[in-house]
């Protein structure tokens, strides 16, 4: 009896060399996807003098960090600040329009039978295979038609489709809200928008988190559309006007360590919309587990 009482915590017992091994793989790509991040800061850290001279991966020379953003921050009369404005205005306003958007198409396609719902969703599913750099002219001819480029809605407006958002809405709708709650819901009285807006987005929560993130994050490097949409530097993206400083380096030497620098703040944005989110992911894989 003793022995078999003993069996269970050494069968559970993880083995040393498993543990080393998955935590020396998960250092190793830490250190491979931090690293750039790591350059970024060393190097945007630099006097201009030193970019050229200087290839250390540490803080040789004078701290120069502070400097330095304020200076990106004040050129041109503050142009990066309005670059960055309009990164979260297109990135915030096209991720939380395309997650709801999505996320009432997959709630619909999962919860609905009506005639050609399998043929919408087989749509929506050749549209994740499109890239989007191969929509950016045939929607450029678009809104020439309309007169309605070089405006902040030219920009906006793509950015507010999601077709892999709606796939995993449905997906995940199809196997988080129960069928027997919707219907509770409608002897209440509940109508289906309040059903959905009251009810169901409530259990679709890690889904749209994951949705905004991932549009979030594609809107907010994405290049070639405002490339072909914008002609006014007052409406670029900060992707954009970052390469505009960079195709002017041979003229302006000083927007070398201005590209740079600019390229650290960019990112500061998506790390603290990962770090804000992610305890959504956390209490949504904690549902999933005790189901």
Known sequence: MTAVLHAGPRATRQKPASVAGATLFMAIFACYFLAP????????SKQRSELTSSTNLWFAGPFELLTNIGDVLTYQDGLFLRWMG????????GG???????????????????????AVFNVILAGVLVPTTALALPLFLLFAKID??????SVLLPSCVSPFGVY???????????????????????????????????????ALVTIFLFQFVAIWNNFFLPLVMLQDSSLYPVTLGLQTWDSQVSH???????VIVGALLSVIPLIVAFLCLQRFWRSGLGAGGVK
Not at 86 to 93: D, F, I, K, Q
Not at 96 to 118: D, N, Q
Not at 252 to 258: S, T
Request: aromatic share 12%.
């Open 148 to 153: 309605a480029t070089n405006s902040y809605l």
């Open 86 to 93: 309009n990164s979260v205005l297109y990135a915030g306003v």
């Open 37 to 44: 991040i790591w350059w970024l800061v060393v190097t945007a």
């Open 252 to 258: 302006a030497p000083e927007l070398q360590l201005f």
């Open 168 to 206: 995993l809405a449905r997906i995940y709708a199809a196997s988080s809200v129960p069928d027997e709650l919707m219907e509770a819901a409608r002897l209440d009285g509940a109508g289906e928008m309040r059903t959905f807006f009251t009810i169901s987005i409530k259990l679709m929560a890690p």
């Open 96 to 118: 939380v329009v395309a997650t709801l958007v999505a996320s009432m198409a997959g709630y619909g396609l999962a919860k609905y039978a009506f005639p050609g719902r399998e």
